[in-house]
């Protein structure tokens, strides 16, 4: 981090001194983007255009046509598991591994910053982008982070940490107003972005569509000035996601830096009238120019290099990680891992056609492709294996045909295997989920599978929880989430026992979605969400209402045991300002080479503010070969202490009793350690007297309790009418004009993003992002061809102003 923190630093030097050389108009054309992927340069001061592209699990780099959906091909490049997958491994070894990787790609591409990863939240296992994101639980999502991206800048490549902030679902994201109390923003919401600021310094932080509290996050001055950098310290740009601005000048002063992607000058103009009339000072405006060009120096390097991508060992990287990322949820008397002896039914398309990545603008051109199919047929001889599709992995309808094929193949073999998950056309970026449930021709096919054949193993693909009535049927059960482009052959040989599962959940799995103490609030309306469960998500929210799950948070099993002997602590005293030292030993007991992810937990035992229960505050993972003794040492602070106090409007450790608990998940607790914590902090009566959101009942938090925990009155949602500027094309077709209006523009949209489909996920994924565009984001993708002016009179006239839209129009014909 030293390097990179320094690299910037110098950077910024030579920044300041080619800015002081500009013209204000060459400033305020290096406010946005020159096209979809590339910053603009000054030829004049040898200012370079850099290239900054997608890519949190895998590098997409478009050659040719841009767009930011995923509907145009990119460059091959190693698809490794997704963030989904890659948080169960809980190891930031491995993780930091993966970024190196993905930094080469990056210079053998000449891509300066990769776009990723992101972090945000999985507040709702609905939201349809939680592939990309990491775990419920910010210090996991945080720490995991810090490590990809201290990879990728290792390799003198950027990297964007994203989306910031609050971005945790789908539907309506480009203009939803997400309405949260400052402790629970501050513990759960910002917490995994500030670990990641300050462990690895990433050369950018992208700030997401959404509002926050009443703000666009493109232009909330709190968030960009106040948290980001005062507090945290970050010494890189703020990017918007591609189309998040709102009011360009007014983001400029609030510490947004980069617009992108290009709007065809339209925003750089304003930014240039505002600095001449005086609305915007020049100063505020050279903050964001250093800072870009701050960007384009660092990526310069990267141009000059001549260095290629090691595929093949890169392909072999992300193997290992989808190994050691798989989840063993179950295994009934022991029926994994299985012999190679054994007649094996393989069912399920997707052994043959894996569901290995998301959909969207994080979907990858792979430079290979593995399937389960081909590497079981490595392991067994082929006589011993039987196939049968059992669904179409595109759609999954009903068709009891295919049931009755796969239960007649069931039914020859000692073992079966069935690969389930979701299609992509269940989730995907653009969308979120409708249910929690599998297809129902899924959940169909393995029950009746299992009553043919018990001895059966289910393997999931699938980027988020599911639920799963059929959970006593199989005899085993291996969550491998989204693996990557090698996850045939990690399946394979986790299945097999040449590789042993080591993956713990980074989520909870409910029981049923009602369960969700943030369900009755998602996906909000009325253009407004709102967070009334506050911290109370995940284990917090399960393990501090006592409430059962499915699976719960860090829970994963081994074809090995682990012992935890009597842990020893530095001292008996934790005092505010000092750090402990907890060292624990861990044994495998068992009869294979193995690894254990040593969770750590605090629980306040007495404590004058409400809390959840316990909550993970460091971890470790640990291998060890069979027999093996190891130790493993975890480190305490005030951070593992502290609460947010918005009283006090900071943090607090507070005094008093606490117990260490130390396990194998959040309700596997091995050990436990009494713990006297010394502070004079002292929380502020504002934070005693708000009431628990827990005791007022998660799921219908009353107004007076949500106002006590924002501090101010819950705020009246956004009205759509009359229509405006943030109005989405969804609102204004609900008129006889506006549907009108709305074919038109979808369908240019459509054109501009790449054409017309056949991919069924990627025609829904456009169809309800174009429902969800604002009308000023037409400015923005039209690349400045529609105008501002051109929005206004269409609205004009939606809301019967035919006075304005006759001005309106005759200011634009003169213009013409």
Known sequence: MASTTAGIKSKHNQARALVAQMTLQEKASLCSGKNFWFLKGVERLDLPSVMVTDGPHGLRKQNRQADHVGLNKSVPATCFPTASALASSWDLDLLERVGVALGEQCVAEDVAVLLGPGLNIKRHPLCGRNFEYFSEDPLLSG???????????????????????VNNQEHARMFIDAIVDERTLREIYLRGFEIAVRESQPWTVMCAYNRLNGEYCSEHNWLLNKVLRDDWGFEGLVVTDWGATNDRVKGVGSGLDLEMPGSGGVNDTLVLEAVNNGYLTEAALDRAVERNVALSLLGQDVQNSNLAADHTTHHQLAQQAAEQSAVLLKNEDKLLPLSSSTSAAIIGAFAKRPRYQG?????????QLENAWDAISAIIPAEQLHYAPGYDPKTSVDDYRLI????????????????????????SEGFDRSHMDLPGQHNKLISAVCAANPNTVVVLSNGSPVRIPWIREPKAILEAYLTGQAGGNAVANLLFGIANPSGKLAETFALAQSDLPADKNFPGKN????????????????????????????????YTQFSYAEPQSSSAVFTQGETLSISVDITNTGEHAGAEVVQLYVKALRSA???????????????????????VTLSLDDTSFRFFDQGHRNWVVEAGEYELQIGASSRDIRQVLSLQVNSEQQPSQIAKDIGDPLADNVFNVSDYTFAKMLNKPVPDPESSRPFHDNSSLQEIGETWLGARFKEKVAAGFRANMGGNSKDETLNKMFEEMANNMPMRGLVLFSGGKTSMDDIRLMLALLNHRYFEAFKRWWKIRKAN
């Open 143 to 165: 720490r995991l982070a810090a490590a990809m991206v201290n990879g990728v800048q290792s390799q003198g490549v950027g990297t964007s940490i994203k989306h910031f902030a």
């Open 404 to 427: 009755d094929d796969a239960v007649a193949c069931a039914r020859e073999a000692d073992t079966v295997i069935v690969f389930a998950g979701l299609p992509t056309i269940f989730e």
């Open 527 to 558: 253009r407004q969400v709102q967070y009334r469960e506050g911290p109370y998500i995940g284990y917090r929210y399960f393990d501090s209402a006592d409430k059962p799950v499915l699976f719960p948070f860090g829970h994963g099993l081994s």
């Open 359 to 367: 959909t969207g603008s994080s979907q990858v051109n792979p430079t």
């Open 609 to 631: 503010v409400y809390r959840p229960s316990h909550e993970l505050k460091v971890f470790a993972k640990i291998h060890l070969a069979a027999g093996a003794t190891g130790t």
